[in-house]
């Protein structure tokens, strides 16, 4: 028998019950509805989602920082970045934690360290390339670490595999460990995506000997060099597991990594689209993201990958990620439906048991930044994308409840709707629903369309809604998160507001979140 029951009613008579539900705020928008032609009441086993729900990490939404833009978002000693840091304070104050740093990517395999040198770190660039060619980075970068971010600012650090000389790897790591403040480490990464190492513009490795297997061969032997670094991220492969390649967990497990006890994560990387190519960038369309149907799908062929890192003992970590290679897409990954895509996509990979994602940011042309980190000049000023209220959407998510779980009520799913059941994990108590209407609208139009969806089955009667919304899913900017925006100081301003419904009715417009509890 199904644990999940899906009612849905078209009957005229329920449209009056159904507006007169709505609270003053929200009927008050009714200009922009075009009414559903279905209502949807929903009712699921909560004690079974309890009994399936996997655990919540309070900092699921992490963030992959390009390593030769670190002082770019962290600042200098003496001289933080102050947007930056109060971007991380708030998801802190909401949380109690903020996203935790990645430093790594392409240009953690070109960096060295130079602990004297007088600059924090100096980059070299190509003319028309917006990725270092070279890097040097002094201890400085170390001290920035310790005292740049907010007080529970936590990081992992990425030291170069890529020019394989272990001497380097050494040198980084022996800086870290005088100058980092160990208890801020949550990881040391050894090289960024080595399957990539072969591919002519990166020519790390040969062709003819590369493989999954040489690449835990030399980790197997570089590993007990750096013995000193006691927790170590392993992996960082882009490979796709739905595609053939050597380069999976999988494989890695399966080659014996569970012999290098410094590893405690494994992790991959994955991008759903590229734009390194004309013809890759001619295939992308912001409605396949929207699509949640099509996000399950692609994710889904990471499970093995999942199941890998468990069966060593380790956590999963998607270590790097984000909309479209190649440093995103202008008009989809800074839009408001690049926005619901990162929840959804993170939401669902934590049902699969993931522990954490690490979404790419970079200066400049990185249109899929969290947020801009200085002004590139005087008309491009440092500024938010709307991706950066996934983090506070999440942080509100996980806020109040001891040990979260989350679970996705899959059969109640459908194309451009998605729901996740939040349960605290010591009373296995279902504390709040996030639902997702991912429906495609790009402001065109004058109407916009609505679902109405009883929650009242499985939440009661008496709700209360906080609600991340946009003009619609093209939107760059205009993001409210419960009535409040980010300013230019970084400063989270207005009136927090919850929204409430008398009759376990929530109203969900076209590319909206919401979250919702009982009062």
Same mark, same amino acid.
Not at 253 to 277: L, P
Not at 294 to 309: D, F, L, N, P, R
């Given at each position: 028998?199904?644990?999940?029951?899906?009612?849905t009613?078209?009957?005229?008579?329920?449209?009056?019950? /159904?507006?007169?539900?709505?609270?003053?705020?929200?009927?008050a928008?009714?200009?922009?509805?075009?009414?559903?032609?279905?209502?949807?009441?929903v009712? /699921?086993?909560?004690?079974?989602?309890?009994r399936?729900?996997?655990?919540?990490?309070?900092?699921?939404?992490?963030?992959?920082?390009? /390593?030769?833009?670190?002082?770019?978002?962290?600042?200098?000693?003496?001289?933080?970045? #102050?947007?930056?840091?109060?971007?991380?304070?708030?998801?802190?104050?909401?949380?109690?934690?903020?996203?935790?740093?990645?430093?790594?990517?392409?240009?953690?395999?070109?960096?060295?360290?130079?602990?004297?040198?007088?600059?924090?770190?100096?980059?070299?660039?190509?003319?028309?390339?917006?990725?270092?060619?070279?890097?040097?980075?002094?201890?400085?970068?170390?001290?920035?670490?310790?005292e740049?971010?907010p007080?529970?600012?936590?990081?992992?650090?990425?030291?170069?595999?890529?020019?394989?000389?272990?001497?380097?790897a050494?040198?980084?790591?022996?800086?870290?460990?005088?100058?980092?403040?160990?208890?801020?480490?949550?990881?040391?990464?050894?090289?960024?995506?080595?399957?990539?190492?072969?591919?002519?513009?990166?020519?790390?490795?040969?062709?003819?000997?590369?493989?999954?297997?040489?690449?835990?061969?030399?980790?197997?032997?570089? /590993?007990?060099?750096?013995?000193?670094?006691?927790?170590?991220?392993?992996?960082?492969?882009?490979?796709?597991?739905?595609?053939?390649?050597?380069?999976?967990?999988?494989?890695?497990?399966?080659?014996?990594?569970?012999?290098?006890?410094?590893?405690?994560i494994?992790?991959?990387?994955?991008?759903?689209?590229?734009?390194?190519?004309?013809?890759? !960038?001619?295939?992308?369309?912001? !409605?396949?993201?929207?699509?949640?149907?099509?996000?399950?799908?692609?994710?889904?062929?990471?499970?093995?990958?999942?199941?890998?890192?468990?069966?060593?003992?380790?956590?999963?970590?998607?270590?790097?990620t984000?909309?479209?290679?190649?440093?995103? #897409?202008?008009?989809?990954s800074?839009?408001?439906?690049?926005l619901?895509?990162?929840?959804?996509?993170?939401?669902?990979?934590?049902?699969?048991?993931?522990?954490?994602?690490?979404?790419?940011?970079?200066?400049?042309?990185?249109?899929?930044?969290?947020?801009?980190?200085?002004?590139?000049?005087?008309?491009?000023?440092?500024?938010?994308?709307?991706?950066?209220?996934?983090?506070?959407?999440?942080?509100?998510?996980?806020?109040?409840?001891?040990?979260?779980?989350?679970?996705?009520?899959?059969?109640?799913?459908?194309?451009?709707?998605?729901?996740?059941?939040?349960?605290?994990?010591?009373?296995?108590?279902?504390?709040?629903?996030?639902?997702?209407?991912?429906?495609?609208h790009?402001?065109?139009?004058?109407?916009?369309?609505? #679902?109405?969806?009883?929650?009242?089955?499985?939440?009661?009667?008496?709700?209360?809604?906080?609600?991340?919304?946009?003009?619609?899913?093209?939107?760059?900017?205009?993001?409210?998160?419960?009535?409040?925006?980010?300013?230019?100081?970084?400063?989270?301003?207005?009136?927090?507001?919850?929204?409430?419904?008398?009759?376990?009715?929530?109203?969900?417009?076209?590319?909206?979140?919401?979250?919702?509890?009982?009062?």
């Amino acid at each position: 028998m199904s644990r999940f029951i899906v009612a849905t009613s078209v009957a005229l008579a329920s449209w009056q019950s /159904f507006v007169s539900a709505i609270p003053s705020d929200i009927s008050a928008r009714t200009d922009q509805v075009v009414l559903s032609t279905s209502n949807v009441s929903v009712s /699921f086993d909560v004690s079974a989602g309890s009994r399936m729900a996997m655990p919540l990490d309070p900092q699921l939404i992490s963030m992959s920082i390009e /390593f030769c833009y670190a002082v770019d978002f962290i600042g200098t000693p003496g001289l933080p970045n #102050k947007y930056s840091k109060q971007l991380l304070q708030n998801i802190e104050d909401i949380s109690g934690v903020p996203p935790i740093l990645r430093i790594g990517g392409n240009t953690q395999d070109i960096a060295k360290y130079c602990e004297n040198c007088p600059e924090t770190m100096n980059s070299t660039y190509r003319s028309g390339s917006t990725e270092a060619i070279n890097v040097t980075f002094s201890k400085g970068l170390f001290r920035a670490m310790n005292e740049n971010g907010p007080l529970n600012q936590k990081y992992i650090f990425g030291l170069n595999l890529g020019q394989d000389n272990v001497n380097i790897a050494k040198s980084e790591l022996a800086g870290a460990l005088n100058y980092l403040d160990q208890s801020k480490l949550i990881a040391y990464e050894l090289g960024n995506e080595p399957d990539h190492y072969i591919w002519p513009q990166v020519n790390y490795r040969s062709p003819s000997s590369w493989s999954m297997a040489a690449y835990v061969k030399q980790t197997l032997e570089w /590993f007990p060099q750096l013995s000193s670094g006691k927790r170590f991220q392993y992996g960082s492969s882009a490979a796709n597991p739905a595609t053939v390649s050597d380069f999976t967990m999988v494989q890695a497990v399966k080659w014996g990594i569970s012999k290098i006890k410094q590893v405690k994560i494994i992790s991959s990387h994955s991008y759903m689209g590229n734009r390194c190519t004309p013809a890759n !960038e001619a295939l992308l369309n912001l !409605e396949d993201y929207v699509n949640h149907m099509k996000t399950v799908q692609y994710y889904a062929s990471y499970i093995g990958e999942i199941a890998a890192a468990k069966s060593i003992g380790a956590i999963y970590h998607m270590g790097e990620t984000n909309t479209v290679a190649c440093h995103g #897409k202008d008009g989809l990954s800074n839009t408001m439906g690049a926005l619901l895509w990162m929840i959804d996509y993170s939401f669902y990979l934590a049902t699969l048991g993931a522990d954490r994602l690490f979404f790419h940011n970079g200066k400049g042309d990185f249109v899929y930044s969290m947020w801009e980190p200085v002004a590139l000049n005087e008309s491009y000023p440092a500024h938010i994308n709307p991706q950066y209220y996934s983090m506070l959407f999440a942080a509100s998510v996980i806020s109040d409840i001891s040990n979260p779980r989350i679970y996705r009520v899959a059969e109640l799913d459908t194309y451009d709707l998605a729901h996740y059941a939040i349960y605290s994990g010591g009373d296995s108590k279902l504390q709040k629903l996030v639902i997702l209407n991912t429906h495609y609208h790009n402001g065109t139009t004058a109407s916009r369309p609505a #679902k109405y969806v009883d929650l009242s089955p499985v939440l009661g009667r008496k709700l209360k809604v906080k609600r991340l919304t946009s003009g619609n899913t093209v939107a760059r900017d205009g993001t409210t998160w419960g009535g409040q925006k980010v300013d230019g100081k970084g400063v989270l301003v207005g009136r927090e507001t919850w929204e409430e419904s008398t009759d376990g009715v929530v109203v969900m417009y076209a590319s909206e979140a919401v979250i919702v509890k009982a009062r």
